[in-house]
């Protein structure tokens, strides 16, 4: 099935979702993803800003600022096609912008280079067992991955996972997929 296909049919079945069980699954998830030794022994965490029907972050960098963690969140350049990361220590250093993305204020954040990131959040919309996933068709995180060493997470509400998706030569898997049932290795190489 092409990717498209798989993308369009996952994301009506995830905007079908009761609200209330979406918060309670995503706060499931957000309880296995917070257990991971990489989760607890990371100082600086990469992850995105949720938006419906995406698996709910907001209380995770709510507990990440209250654990002491820095929570850095994607800036995106729609004409590059690159991304970076900035730091935010508030919901108010965010604006929204193209597809009600809520992203940082370029003037109130300051960026950090891939090597600072200890833990990387990818997000995503359908993923195999073996890590590969589809994302939302801009291609930011497979070049971002290229430059990134260090370990990556997906956050994945079960119903999310499919038995394949198609695998192009620049697609790069995450190593562990946390959705409510709890957190699975993919097999793919960790640094």
Same mark, same amino acid.
């Given at each position: 099935?092409?990717?498209?296909?798989?993308?369009?049919?996952?994301?009506?079945?995830?905007?079908?979702?009761?609200?209330?069980?979406?918060?309670?699954?995503?706060?499931?998830?957000?309880? =296995?993803? #917070?257990? *991971?030794?990489?989760? $607890?022994?990371?100082? &600086?965490?990469?992850?995105?800003?949720?938006?419906?029907? %995406?698996?709910?972050?907001?209380?995770?960098?709510?507990?990440?600022?209250?654990?002491?963690?820095?929570?850095?969140?994607?800036?995106?350049?729609?004409?590059?096609?690159?991304?970076? =990361?900035? #730091?935010? *220590?508030?919901?108010? $250093?965010?604006?929204? &912008?193209?597809?009600?993305?809520?992203?940082?204020?370029? %003037?109130?954040?300051?960026?950090?280079?891939?090597?600072?990131?200890?833990?990387?959040?990818?997000?995503?919309?359908?993923?195999?067992?073996?890590?590969?996933?589809?994302?939302?068709?801009?291609?930011?995180?497979?070049?971002?991955?290229?430059?990134?060493?260090?370990?990556?997470?997906?956050?994945?509400?079960?119903?999310?996972?499919?038995?394949?998706?198609?695998?192009?030569?620049?697609?790069?898997?995450?190593?562990?997929?946390?959705?409510?049932?709890?957190?699975?290795?993919?097999?793919?190489?960790?640094?």
């Amino acid at each position: 099935m092409e990717k498209s296909i798989q993308r369009k049919e996952m994301n009506k079945k995830l905007k079908a979702m009761d609200p209330a069980v979406h918060q309670q699954k995503s706060d499931a998830i957000i309880e =296995f993803l #917070i257990k *991971e030794p990489e989760f $607890q022994d990371a100082s &600086v965490i990469g992850l995105t800003v949720s938006a419906f029907p %995406e698996v709910d972050t907001h209380r995770l960098i709510e507990l990440c600022w209250k654990a002491g963690k820095k929570t850095a969140v994607p800036k995106c350049d729609p004409l590059t096609r690159a991304m970076s =990361f900035r #730091i935010i *220590e508030d919901f108010s $250093q965010l604006e929204t &912008v193209y597809m009600k993305l809520l992203e940082p204020i370029v %003037e109130q954040t300051e960026e950090v280079s891939p090597e600072e990131i200890d833990l990387l959040l990818v997000p995503g919309v359908v993923f195999s067992a073996a890590g590969y996933r589809i994302g939302f068709g801009g291609g930011y995180y497979d070049r971002y991955l290229t430059r990134y060493a260090g370990p990556t997470k997906s956050l994945a509400f079960a119903m999310q996972l499919a038995d394949s998706v198609p695998v192009e030569t620049h697609d790069m898997p995450v190593q562990r997929i946390c959705t409510e049932l709890g957190c699975m290795d993919t097999g793919a190489v960790k640094p």
